[in-house]
């Protein structure tokens, strides 16, 4: 039902252009932007005030036996002392801290779900090194029982699914709101920008090495991706001349309406990267091509360059402590986030991972820790920007959730302890201001349909 | 520089012997790793490489090197409960890799030679505290993927605590695609094997290395000394055979209980096979690794008294074999009475053991939610400690600070098993530890970022 108001609109402008073409130059038709569109609604909340707890907003602000109220699926008021509206739940959040959700800007849920078996294997289209055509949404499977887990176990509340790293161009990415539904459609985060999915380094070359193709090296890598760059910006050319002055429509071409989004500044670039010297030279190529690199994926070596990124305002996405798994990955250390963050370049904790992104609260905890160690004084408040804001910021979305402040989504955590330590759980979890998970509430654990009827069924996980 | 200077005084081998050593660790907190939970202003001391003493009412001999860990915590070294650690630098890079094999051998293999102790994750691993691994191979072509060691991570080249102390085999999903495609030809496969090694060991003395002057019952010893060795090969063998004279004779110390027989399994199904094994093969010292979905049939593990080293935080049906997997697994058996242990099997095992004691900080976490199943503190720290000794046997040797235990003992900056925590002293064998690594170098040559007069290559 959903299509509907679309094929209306495409029926409306077909005919539009229908009548406009009698004269002597045919009106542009538009191309439809958002094609599968979010069906994503928020579920019903009651108004609820969390009381007393270690407020830490998310974007750097702390406020200690603070308050937080949700009304309307919006954070309303965040402060000391608030009153309790008529009718409102008030939960008692004395030595407990509240946060905003995490957002993890880095996974494969549903691409690669659980159980992991070759049916499921929907991550990758490594038929090609430039796949900027596939949408890795059409590649969810709403019934993984991994959105559960990071909903319950790390209070994940939104997420960007990505394809994989076999490709140079793997395709667009997806955001997420953790909340169960029967289509991607019904977890589409409304409105969140597309991302596009590059890679450089080991994998594509090895991928399209072994079968014989280019690219196998990494001057490989960068002259497929410079050479498809070139083909965008002429397709972009013919599209833009076309939709303000009409005529012939162009032949349309999915891998290019996607690169044509991100020269136009509408898709961001999200850049799987480990080494310091191939950012830099990803960096020099979105300068050459005219796009702009949001965020590096995997950057393990941004340490390395760190006031770099922060000059072209790019974001890292890192991880805690991971090395060593392949070679990009040698120069791995564990205070990479902070010197990034010291830097002052943008600094996310993301995690790849169904399993580590149940844990990503706990990860940023041992980034924080290194960083302290190694003398960086680093605040929780602000080592929580590197679970919210900044990755808000790098999803572009930052402007609806990401932080606790007025008016933004009710996406919001309370944990039962300090939320960077082991020894913490989400205790409770809103998205848009309805409970979604509650530790003390088995029926507030969602269970896969994947999950239903089999042992273990509804079990704590 | 004391360090560097340290490190290569070990690595020459002229470091003034551990029995030369008395150290005692002084009011720190002290957390025995025996399943006990920690005690304030406690006393460690090491003599001769091992554990003399533990606990609140230690005495500090006359002469001995005084450590203050005021405000520290002190537990034993981290044990490795599952692992590939030593056996591979990079992962992806096939040359720094020794995990598993495409060759012609299977169960004869054995993993000691492959050993780097100079690999960065064995230094890694030691930064983090972690003192011991057991380190397994991954299956190649078969379902045995050959014979285990334990080793330290001590900064020097004698990382082999004891060699051939098990042999590990996959059943489950992974036997069978091993096996051509089917759980029933994993189990023939096995039988097989084990009739083909008994067959080898009747025209065999029991021990299979008699001139090496150790009069100990080899049934008391975990360790083989080396079932390969040449003068197996007059044994005589039926034509009726599908393993290689070297592979049977690898099986021969398993089938009579002289070896521990490692088996990696999760579904509730398998896991009762193995139990059943035991049955059919009543001499074989069964150790069950993985067991996702041990706590559905905890109860007849227990009663089987078979050790499991498991995943501590396994909690997705990753395959068709952990449907029912929890992180309230490990408790859920801990209470029925079945010895466990956590490992990181599977989970970037080459490199990443250090987690062991953040994922046994989770399950004391998950003891406050309801419906879940946790650890106390204490059973937590022994599941990283001296459970996975236990298991495998060397419980009296490894794995906790109760008197006589090797001298394997770390100070941390703070509760080990919370995230925050580091390791700021690691002594293996009594002999402490350089905790510098590629990784701290690296940080320090990269932490200040402005032009200096030369490149960072030159900052050393």
Redesign the interface.
């Known amino acids: 039902m959903s299509m509907r108001p679309n094929f209306a609109a495409a029926a409306l402008a077909a005919t539009l252009a229908g009548c406009a073409s009698t004269g002597n130059k045919p009106v542009a038709v538009p191309v439809n932007r958002d094609p599968y569109p979010s069906t994503y609604q928020a579920y019903p909340g009651a108004p609820t005030l969390l009381r007393g707890a270690t407020v830490l907003d998310g974007e750097g602000g702390r406020i200690e036996r603070g308050d937080v109220l949700l009304v309307d699926g919006k954070v309303q008021a965040v402060g000391q002392g608030l009153a309790a509206p008529a009718g409102a739940l008030v939960v008692d959040a004395a030595g407990k801290y509240v946060t905003p959700g995490v957002i993890d800007i880095h996974s494969h849920l549903g691409d690669y779900p659980s159980p992991g078996v070759q049916a499921h294997d929907d991550g990758n289209e490594a038929t090609g090194p430039s796949r900027p055509e596939v949408w890795a949404e059409h590649s969810v499977w709403p019934q993984d029982p991994g959105f559960s887990r990071a909903l319950a176990n790390g209070g994940v509340t939104t997420l960007q699914v990505l394809p994989g790293s076999a490709n140079l161009f793997g395709g667009r990415s997806v955001t997420l709101k953790n909340v169960p539904a029967r289509t991607v459609q019904g977890m589409k985060f409304p409105g969140a920008p597309y991302g596009l999915k590059m890679a450089c380094g080991e994998n594509p070359k090895r991928v399209y090495g072994s079968k014989g193709q280019i690219p196998s090296t990494r001057m490989g890598n960068i002259a497929v991706t410079r050479q498809t760059w070139l083909q965008a910006q002429a397709y972009k050319r013919k599209w833009d001349a076309y939709e303000a002055k009409g005529g012939d429509m162009p032949d349309r071409d999915l891998a290019m309406d996607t690169l044509r989004g991100v020269l136009a500044g509408e898709i961001l670039v999200q850049n799987h990267c480990y080494r310091a010297d191939e950012m830099a030279n990803m960096i020099d190529l979105s300068h050459e091509m005219g796009y702009k690199i949001t965020a590096f994926h995997h950057a393990v070596e941004s340490y390395k360059i760190a006031d770099l990124l922060q000059r072209e305002g790019i974001c890292s996405a890192m991880w805690a402590d991971w090395y060593g798994f392949k070679m990009e990955a040698y120069d791995a250390i564990p205070e990479n986030v902070p010197l990034v963050d010291r830097a002052g370049a943008c600094a996310i904790v993301h995690s790849d991972d169904p399993n580590g992104i149940q844990r990503l609260y706990q990860e940023a905890g041992k980034a924080m820790a290194s960083g302290r160690r190694a003398g960086m004084p680093i605040t929780e408040e602000h080592a929580w920007t590197w679970l919210s804001a900044n990755p808000a910021r790098a999803m572009g979305i930052f402007d609806r959730t990401g932080s606790l402040k007025p008016g933004k989504m009710a996406d919001v955590v309370l944990w039962n302890g300090n939320p960077f330590s082991t020894y913490t759980r989400p205790e409770r979890v809103w998205i848009d201001g309805a409970l979604m998970y509650d530790a003390n509430n088995p029926r507030l654990r969602p269970v896969s349909d994947f999950e239903l009827g089999q042992p273990g069924q509804g079990d704590v996980k | 520089m004391i360090r560097s200077m340290l490190l290569g005084a070990l690595l020459l081998g002229t470091v003034v012997p551990a029995s030369a050593q008395t150290i005692a660790i002084v009011r720190g907190t002290v957390a025995i790793g025996d399943g006990s939970e920690p005690i304030g202003n406690g006393t460690v001391v090491i003599r001769d490489g091992r554990v003399v003493a533990a606990g609140p009412q230690v005495s500090v001999p006359a002469g001995a090197r005084v450590i203050d860990a005021a405000g520290k915590w002190v537990t034993p070294g981290i044990v490795a409960g599952f692992s590939r650690l030593g056996l591979s630098?990079?992962?992806?890079?096939d040359g720094a890799t020794d995990t598993s094999s495409e060759g012609p051998f299977s169960a004869a293999l054995d993993i000691a030679p492959a050993i780097n102790p100079n690999g960065?994750?064995v230094a890694?691993n030691r930064a983090n505290g972690v003192t011991r691994a057991i380190v397994a191979p991954s299956v190649g072509k078969s379902i045995f993927a050959g014979q285990g060691a334990l080793i330290d991570t001590g900064a020097d080249m004698d990382a082999v605590t004891r060699s051939r102390l098990f042999q590990f085999i996959e059943l489950g999903e992974t036997g069978s695609e091993q096996a051509g495609g089917s759980r029933p030809a994993a189990h023939v496969l096995l039988r097989n094997a084990l009739r083909e090694a008994s067959e080898l060991g009747r025209s065999l003395p029991i021990s299979s290395s008699p001139t090496d002057g150790d009069q100990a019952d080899p049934r008391q010893d975990p360790v083989v000394r080396n079932p390969n060795e040449s003068r197996l090969n007059d044994a005589r063998r039926s034509q009726d055979v599908l393993l290689t004279r070297f592979d049977a004779a690898a099986l021969v110390p398993v089938v009579q209980g002289r070896q521990i027989l490692m088996i990696h399994a999760e579904r509730?199904s398998d896991l009762l096979q193995v139990v059943a094994l035991r049955r059919e093969f009543p001499r074989l010292r069964l150790v069950i690794v993985g067991a996702d979905?041990g706590w559905?049939v905890a109860d007849r593990l227990a009663a089987s008294g078979i050790p499991v080293i498991a995943s501590a935080?396994s909690?997705?049906?990753?395959?068709?074999e952990?449907?029912?997997?929890?992180?309230?697994n490990v408790g859920r058996m801990r209470a029925a009475g079945v010895k466990v242990a956590i490992g990181t099997i599977n989970d970037?095992d080459?490199?990443?053991s250090f987690r062991a004691r953040?994922y046994a900080?989770?399950l004391?976490?998950?003891g406050?939610?309801?419906?879940?199943s946790g650890l106390t503190w204490g059973e937590a720290l022994a599941m990283v400690t001296s459970r996975p000794a236990e298991a495998v046997g060397l419980g009296e040797d490894i794995g906790s600070l109760r008197a006589g235990r090797r001298g394997d003992v770390v100070i941390w900056?703070s509760d080990p098993?919370?995230?925050?925590?580091?390791a700021e002293a690691v002594f293996i064998d009594g002999i402490e530890q350089p905790l510098t690594t590629?990784?701290?170098r690296?940080?320090q040559r990269?932490?200040d970022?402005s032009p200096g007069v030369l490149p960072?290559a030159y900052r050393q």
């Open positions: 630098d990079v992962d992806a890079v960065q994750p890694v509730a979905e559905t935080l909690d997705l049906p990753a395959s068709f952990s449907v029912a997997a929890t992180q309230s970037d080459t490199r990443m953040h900080g989770n004391v976490a998950l406050k939610l309801p419906g879940a900056s098993l919370d995230n925050a925590s580091a590629r990784q701290t690296l940080r990269y932490q970022l960072q």
